[in-house]
């Protein structure tokens, strides 16, 4: 049943897929903004336009230029980036690494810090302390990803500099890494004073992302919490005399982390987009700094091979938490 | 009770620990920079290490980087002034039909082989080949059939242009190694480029840092800092934190609020000088814009100075005339007056009042330059009181760039202009003259103005007529040339920087103080 489930998935993730990179590749020719003109220098004349055009191969139609770029992705290739001269694939699969690791440090903060709410808030239901932690849930989620980010610099960057402002890693390390994926190859290699320099960048744009994903998290499993310790299981949890952190631990963590888990799932997904900015604030050199830039410069092939990554990633996860679900629910497992 | 002691000391441990990681972590940027290395926080990120291809080659904020690794042909000194480079010697023949340049000896290459004349050639020939995808290809074609005798370089004039050897030092004018170029081809080039520059190539790690090593064979002397690491911090507000922290020694850019602030601050000090970049407001030749009357009231109705010290915190150099001070063509004696009576005289002659305004849209960028949007809506405030009513129209730069060359802009747009070379082909050229792809106003009178001066061989005669054009141009106010930016650099008082007119940031140009 489950492989039947994923074999649909994949095949629907194909055809959602080629839906993205159709509109991607519409909207991006239809959006203002020509990449050649971008590079025109001081007495280019029309000749010198046409002529870098054709060189771009933007001087054909748009179905043609489509079904070009669409058999070379089938073969693997996605074009070569206008603004970087290397092959796209290369560039954002290189770039892929250092967001991921972002975005899943950011998701293990949210994790620990909204999962440590919801547990003290529903620990201290219907208390000033509940109303504390709805308090700090609120200032959380109306605070914008990048504008923690600045907050977080002026705090942690200038008035008590303990942390890096930009990039991944300092520049007068030498990194003798294999992968991109430094901070997994840093523990891995058990070369803890890189690990603590990757942290010292990442920290701060994770956190930046994770606060507003923290506070959904606390608030939901927090709501969910509350609902489960009234059900009579776990009122006989309590009579058998376990403790109340025990019993919220023990017996309401696991049913009332489901609903969570679906949200969490969609919004790392938001997470994953939000990096755009924030790596952007924090010179961070991932996926999103790069889509900026590919904007910035109207470079077409790069915007849409970052999108499409983009849009696998978001597929994937998506299909990591309905699989997830599905074995954690055991009415869906059996059903 | 014991439980909650061991949770409380738990906890004070980890906080601890916690806090001590993160001193230690404070504590190495700061032994990074005593260790000598100057650490700067750049505005803008190094797409590719080729100089003279793909949309970095035009960009002019990059050349900073490139001239540190890179040697130009021709040297440009921080006054904009030509002296001797990788060419100590360069001009035309007699007649002007050939072309001659003399190459410095003793030179050697970041990998220690020789630079020679065949290294100067093949960069120039390179340059000039449409399939490289150089941008400047059509300026680079107009010499060529080299030839060598020692250091002595002799070429055709293919098509005269009096400005040939200032593109040597202007953007794609970098000299490229023949022989290392040839044996690792474009993208071993990209993965480990040389020059024969002040700083060789070190590590580089794109969208984060680039770090440079001296030079110590470099034909100017060796620079003054043993390594130099440039981050991208593309944020404004990231840069000055970078700063202000201590974690970059110095930055570039940032606003001007920001820059009188940090300057203020102990150790810290900065340089505000102006640079080869205006402001100005296009105006295309349709619609109202065809009335004289209507674009002489639209520029007499802007009071500059009071924008530039209003907005700019007194931070720009109002202009007349597309042409700065430090330009070649630079005449003080035309001037423009901000007199708003006159131009409700001359709106009213065209039949327009403050009751009855003339209308237009007006396009402007919203966050490309420094307060670029707000100076649109102090014009549109000031142009209101005169009887011109404009609404203004955001766009992105990119979108800017398109209708430009498709000479579809609004009646009037707000645009920055550089010219680091400081030729006036460079700026009131190419931005005035209607078959360039730059221009927007396109009337037949200027075009017949400007065309003979493209191929004027004497220069003194060349420089008078694009003055009397630049005051043409004035009296028929067929552009709004707004002011000339001023550049902040902060820097650690430590360090003395010198800035140059272009706005590159050179690290070869700082020393300690």
Redesign the interface.
């Known amino acids: 049943m489950l492989l039947k489930t994923l074999l649909a998935r994949l095949a629907s993730m194909v055809i959602t897929l080629f839906g993205v990179a159709v509109v991607v590749f519409v909207i991006i020719r239809v959006a203002p903004g020509d990449p050649i003109a971008m590079m025109l220098p001081p007495g280019a004349s029309d000749a010198d336009v046409e002529r870098l055009r054709a060189l771009y191969g933007l001087d054909r139609s748009m179905p043609e230029q489509f079904l070009i770029w669409l058999g070379g992705v089938l073969q693997g290739d996605f074009g070569t980036s206008i603004s970087l001269r290397q092959p796209v694939a290369g560039l954002v699969l290189g770039r892929l690494p250092a967001t991921l690791e972002l975005s899943a440090l950011a998701l293990v903060i949210a994790l620990v810090l909204g999962g440590f709410l919801a547990i003290f808030g529903a620990r201290h239901r219907a208390t000033p302390l509940e109303a504390g932690v709805d308090l700090t849930n609120g200032a959380a989620l109306s605070v914008p990803d990048f504008l923690w980010g600045l907050v977080l610099i002026l705090l942690f960057g200038v008035l008590w500099p303990v942390l890096e402002i930009s990039g991944r890693v300092s520049p007068r390390l030498d990194l003798p890494f294999a992968t991109q994926f430094y901070l997994v190859e840093s523990i891995l290699r058990l070369r803890f004073d890189l690990t603590a320099d990757l942290l010292s960048h990442m920290i701060m744009p994770a956190l930046a992302l994770a606060l507003p994903l923290a506070a959904i998290i606390a608030q939901l499993l927090k709501q969910s919490l509350k609902e489960v310790l009234n059900l009579d299981y776990v009122t006989l949890a309590r009579v058998r005399g376990y403790s109340e952190l025990r019993v919220i631990l023990r017996e309401g963590l696991r049913n009332a982390a489901l609903p969570t888990l679906t949200l969490v799932g969609v919004q790392f997904t938001f997470l994953i987009g939000g990096t755009v900015i924030v790596e952007r604030l924090f010179s961070y050199e991932g996926l999103g700094n790069m889509a900026i830039d590919a904007v910035i410069n109207r470079d077409l092939p790069l915007i849409q091979g970052i999108v499409l990554l983009f849009a696998v990633i978001f597929i994937l996860v998506n299909l990591a938490v309905d699989l997830t679900y599905s074995l954690l629910n055991p009415r869906l497992r059996h059903g | 009770m014991t439980q909650t002691r061991r949770a409380f000391l738990q906890t004070g441990i980890g906080l601890g620990v916690g806090l001590s990681?993160?001193?230690?972590?404070?504590l190495?940027?700061a032994v990074?920079q005593e260790?000598g290395?100057l650490?700067i926080?750049y505005n803008v990120?190094l797409?590719?290490w080729?100089p003279t291809?793909?949309?970095?080659?035009?960009n002019p904020t990059i050349q900073g980087i490139y001239q540190s690794v890179f040697d130009q042909f021709i040297l440009q000194k921080p006054d904009l002034t030509f002296d001797a480079g990788l060419l100590t010697e360069w001009g035309w023949n007699e007649d002007k039909t050939q072309v001659f340049m003399v190459v410095r000896e003793g030179v050697t290459w970041h990998d220690g082989s020789p630079f020679s004349a065949e290294d100067v050639v093949f960069s120039l020939e390179r340059a000039a080949k449409?399939?490289t995808?150089s941008?400047?290809?059509?300026?680079w074609s107009k010499i060529g059939n080299f030839t060598i005798e020692g250091n002595r370089i002799t070429g055709d004039v293919i098509e005269y242009d009096p400005t040939i050897f200032k593109w040597m030092s202007f953007?794609?004018g970098y000299v490229l190694p023949k022989a290392y170029y040839e044996e690792v081809g474009?993208?071993g080039f990209?993965a480990a480029p040389i020059g024969t520059g002040p700083y060789k190539v070190d590590?580089f790690?794109?969208?984060?840092?680039l770090?440079l090593v001296a030079n110590p064979d470099y034909w100017g002397g060796a620079p003054a800092f043993e390594t130099v690491?440039i981050?991208?911090?593309?944020?404004a507000?990231?840069r000055v934190?970078?700063v202000?922290?201590?974690?970059s020694l110095v930055t570039l850019e940032i606003p001007y609020e920001e820059y009188d602030r940090l300057v203020e601050k102990e150790g810290l000090t900065g340089e505000a000088h102006p640079v080869s970049d205006i402001g100005m407001i296009f105006l295309n030749d349709i619609d109202v814009m065809l009335d004289k009357n209507v674009r002489l009231a639209a520029h007499h109705a802007i009071d500059k100075q009071l924008i530039i010290d209003r907005l700019l915190r007194g931070y720009g150099v109002p202009l007349a005339t597309l042409e700065t001070p430090e330009y070649a063509a630079y005449d003080p004696s035309i001037t423009f007056e901000h007199d708003p009576e006159k131009a409700k005289e001359l709106l009213a002659a065209s039949g327009y009042s403050t009751d009855n305004p003339v209308r237009f849209t007006i396009q402007t960028t919203r966050g490309f330059k420094p307060k670029d949007y707000e100076m649109i809506q102090a014009i549109v405030g000031m142009w209101r009181k005169v009887g011109i009513e404009a609404e203004i129209e955001v766009?992105?730069i990119?979108?800017h760039?398109?209708l430009?060359?498709a000479d579809q802009l609004a009646p009037a747009a707000f645009y920055n202009w550089g010219?680091s070379v400081g030729d006036p082909?460079?700026s009131t050229?190419?931005a005035m003259f209607g078959?360039?792809?730059?221009s927007v106003w396109d009337s037949e009178d200027l075009v017949a103005k400007i065309a003979p001066l493209w191929a004027e061989q004497d220069e003194e005669k060349r420089i008078q007529g694009w003055k009397d054009v630049s005051r043409y141009i004035a009296e028929e106010c067929y552009v709004i040339p707004l002011l000339q930016y001023v550049q902040p650099i902060v820097h650690d008082a430590g360090i003395s920087v010198v800035p140059h007119a272009s706005g590159a940031l050179l690290p070869a140009l700082m020393t300690p103080a």
């Open positions: 990681a993160l001193g230690k972590l404070g190495s940027a990074a260790s290395d650490t926080a990120n797409p590719s080729d291809t793909g949309p970095s080659a035009v449409p399939e995808g941008p400047m290809q059509f300026v953007l794609t474009p993208e990209e590590r790690e794109r969208n984060a840092y770090r690491t981050k991208f911090v593309t944020d507000a990231s934190a970078e202000e922290s201590g974690n766009y992105e990119a979108k760039y398109e430009r060359a010219n082909t460079t050229g190419f078959p360039s792809p730059h």
